[in-house]
């Protein structure tokens, strides 16, 4: 018996005698498969997760943490019991659960489970260069900026969370691929869903309310990704967004976006709206439209216009009754489009759209 790490190993005797045999006949024995441990918080969840290995889940029980935490393992999973929450307030610490590799490595297989995370200055999560994720059953309460922040990942899905009080995005996914985000609900914040500069993301059967967009679709200038593309906006109610945009940051292209909106696509390709519930938003229930000419000159390999894309099978119904003054000079209404790229629509005829009528998809 011997220590290693904190964690008491007893040899398998089978185990020796084989690899002893194997040996003397000249061949080797193959590794053993990495196993499994479970570490439960005593102390604080940092130094839990320092102790870990691949394969590894730590268990935080209930009570309220009071730090910020940073995952530089693969293979954990790292699960928040019913009443964990971690609780950023007095901290001024940016981020609740960091998640990156060290030196730019990146990881693999990370899921994060459970937790009430909040007050945290800029994100409750932030997993960044990481292959293989699952971010799940979390709430998410007055992260300024976003609750849920993926940048540069892939393979990923979000789902069964509830993310209130971001001023910028309640779920935002960036720069990544093959994305899954489903079963979410997100409120009261400025977007409730952001996809931009991704591509394969499938936005499935969340609500999203009470946010100044429920759910928008962008590509902007600037950065390395330059396109935003197939995306799925699917199953989803997207209703009663009426919050004003408070945004007034001259930097920020969402701060141009004008409240009230419950889908907006902003120049992606081959965006598909289908089957989503679309209702009582203040501005307009579906708008596409082109990267607005002030930005797209700023980057001149980002394609300002939504191509492909197509919009059908959804219900919408009483958006535009009261619309932001920032959508000007197009009128409020179900569906607005300005006429750019070459989305196709599948629209019920008591809908109010802009022009009348639009391309139809048949």
């Known amino acids: 018996m011997f220590t290693l790490l904190g964690?008491?190993?007893?040899?398998?005797?089978?185990?020796?005698?084989?690899?002893?045999?194997?040996?003397?006949?000249?061949?080797?024995a193959q590794p053993a498969a990495a196993s499994s441990n479970t570490i439960t918080v005593t102390t604080t969840?940092?130094?839990?997760?320092?102790?870990?290995?691949?394969?590894?889940?730590?268990?935080?029980?209930?009570?309220?943490?009071?730090?910020?935490?940073?995952?530089?393992?693969s293979g954990l999973t790292l699960v928040g019991e019913p009443g964990a929450v971690l609780d950023g307030?007095?901290?001024?610490?940016?981020v609740g659960i960091r998640v990156r590799g060290v030196s730019g490595a990146r990881l693999a297989?990370?899921?994060?489970?459970?937790?009430?995370?909040?007050?945290?200055?800029?994100s409750g999560v932030l997993v960044r260069g990481v292959d293989g994720f699952r971010i799940t059953g979390g709430n998410y309460i007055d992260n300024p900026l976003y609750g849920i922040f993926p940048v540069a990942t892939t393979d990923g899905r979000i789902d069964h969370n509830t993310v209130r009080g971001s001023f910028d995005s309640g779920i935002y996914i960036g720069q990544s691929t093959d994305i899954l985000i489903d079963g979410n609900v997100v409120?009261?914040?400025?977007?409730?869903?952001?996809?931009?500069?991704?591509?394969?993301?499938?936005?499935?059967?969340?609500?999203?309310?009470?946010?100044?967009?429920?759910a928008i679709i962008f590509v902007i200038p600037g950065r390395a990704v330059k396109v935003t593309e197939d995306i799925l906006i699917e199953g989803n109610t997207l209703s009663g967004n009426?919050?004003?945009?408070?945004?007034?940051d001259a930097d920020e292209l969402l701060a141009a976006v004008p409240g009230g909106i419950g889908v907006l696509n902003v120049g992606g390709d081959r965006v598909t709206l289908r089957g989503n519930?679309?209702?009582?938003?203040?501005?307009?229930?579906?708008?596409?439209?082109?990267?607005?000419?002030?930005?797209?000159?700023?980057d001149p390999q980002v394609d300002a216009r939504p191509d492909g894309g197509v919009v059908s099978g959804n219900t919408v119904a009483g958006n535009g009754t009261s619309p932001d003054p920032r959508l000007a000079p197009f009128p409020g209404g179900d569906i607005v489009w300005d006429g750019s790229g070459t989305t196709c629509f599948d629209v019920r005829k008591s809908a109010s759209t802009f022009?009348?009528?639009?391309?139809?998809?048949h």
């Open 45 to 73: 969840i940092q130094a839990a997760v320092d102790a870990a290995a691949p394969g590894d889940t730590i268990r935080v029980p209930a009570g309220v943490y009071e730090e910020a935490v940073t995952i530089t393992t």
């Open 109 to 122: 297989d990370i899921t994060i489970q459970g937790f009430e995370i909040r007050g945290y200055s800029l």
């Open 242 to 248: 009426r919050r004003p945009n408070t945004n007034t």
């Open 187 to 214: 409120h009261d914040n400025t977007v409730g869903i952001e996809v931009e500069l991704a591509s394969r993301v499938t936005v499935r059967d969340n609500v999203a309310t009470a946010n100044s967009v429920g």
């Open 89 to 94: 307030t007095r901290l001024g610490a940016q």
């Open 277 to 298: 519930t679309v209702s009582g938003n203040a501005s307009a229930g579906i708008g596409v439209i082109s990267l607005p000419p002030e930005y797209a000159a700023l």
């Open 355 to 361: 022009p009348a009528p639009l391309p139809t998809c």
């Open 7 to 28: 964690r008491s190993i007893r040899p398998d005797v089978t185990l020796v005698l084989l690899s002893a045999l194997l040996a003397a006949h000249g061949l080797a």
